[in-house]
């Protein structure tokens, strides 16, 4: 069954310190994913897709196909960096799809 | 341009009851999905609806429906309200579905089953 995996919860860092939030994912075809934020009191919005390989408030997500990962990275970590972070992927149940969200993990980021 | 609308904000309903959320999506979007977002489960996916047609379901009891209009707005309908019914309720618009741009969401509509 296609699933998606968030194993932390809740993630703390030092501002300044570089920062991995995990995905795993398990889906039969080639997947698509997506990492969404949502920052405290906003609506949750889209951070990354895969398919651009784009740098987005200085996150970069790599999808390895090989462990099954779309893990999100940040170098430097910032205060304002401090959300809910949820990794999705594309199930292709309908002609267009629709999203499996993981369960989100909490970034806090301490100055 | 507008983002998503979703009316009410805050609703209370007693068990048994039934209500209807609403859905104004980002014009131009075409399709309308649904997500019912709760501490335990997380985010799950209850329909999508495309130029008026459910294109997706996912897996709810029939208590839950939903409809979209010409103009592209949905709603949604639970029936029968149980306590578990307790949630975040967002909607999403995108042009033509889940892939490439991904989806812009609502702000939701919070529903507490008493």
Redesign the interface.
């Known amino acids: 069954a296609q699933r998606v995996t968030q194993p932390e919860k809740l993630l703390s860092v030092f501002k300044g310190a570089p920062v991995e939030l995990k995905c795993n994912y398990s889906y039969s075809g080639s997947p ?1 994913l ?1 990492w ?1 934020v949502q920052y405290s009191r906003q ?4 951070l990354l ?1 895969h ?1 651009s390989r784009e740098s987005i408030k200085g996150f970069t997500a790599d999808l390895n196909k090989g462990e099954t990962s779309f893990h999100l990275k940040k170098p430097f970590a910032q205060e304002e960096d401090s959300a809910m972070y ?1 990794c ?1 992927l ?2 292709y ?12 993990t909490k970034l806090s980021v301490k100055p | 341009k507008a983002g998503v609308t979703q009316t009410p904000r805050y609703l209370i309903k007693t068990r048994g009851q039934q209500v209807t959320l609403s859905c104004s999506p980002i014009s131009g979007h075409r399709s309308v999905s649904w997500y019912q977002q709760t501490p335990g489960q997380g985010l799950q996916f209850l329909f999508e609806y495309f130029s008026e047609t459910q294109r997706n379901k996912g897996n709810f009891p029939g208590r839950f429906s939903g409809r979209q209009f010409s103009n592209s707005r949905s709603e949604m309908n639970v029936s029968t309200l149980e306590l578990g019914d307790s949630a975040l309720y967002l909607c999403a618009s995108s042009r033509t579905g889940a892939t490439n741009y991904g989806y812009t969401f609502g702000s939701g509509t919070r529903l507490t089953v008493v």
Do not use: T
């Open positions: 698509e997506f969404y609506r949750l919005q889209l897709r398919i949820y999705a594309v199930n149940g309908g002609s267009q799809g629709n999203l499996i969200f993981g369960k989100g």
